[in-house]
């Protein structure tokens, strides 16, 4: 059964960055590409290097769409779904993340 899990206040993720949350054990990377309400969250773990850094990445946009590149290896993950953009295989999983009230929520 999902449930949302308050992470931090919104005004905690400066926009254009990423921060790191542990969420009911699992290390959740939630990114503000913007200077609005928009999130996503995608793991923490890069999938190449297997540490915990997708977070500290830097956001782009390519095809109309939102990535993040790991700052070890460089390769790009989706933030919508977690696709990496340069082996399927090695996708990472994502998260619904919300606004509530101010509160960054992720739901698991």
Known sequence: M??????????QILPAT?????????QIAIFRPRDDEQLYAISNIDPFAGASVLSRG??????????VASPLKKQRFRLSDG??????????????????????????
């Open 2 to 11: 999902s449930q949302w899990h308050p992470v931090c206040a919104l005004t």
């Open 18 to 26: 990423g921060v790191c949350a542990l969420v009911s054990g699992e």
């Open 58 to 67: 830097i956001i782009a946009e390519h095809q109309d769409a939102l990535w």
């Open 83 to 108: 696709v990496c953009m340069e082996d399927a295989s090695r996708n990472v999983a994502a998260w619904p993340v919300r606004v509530n009230a101010g509160q960054v929520e992720v739901c698991l």
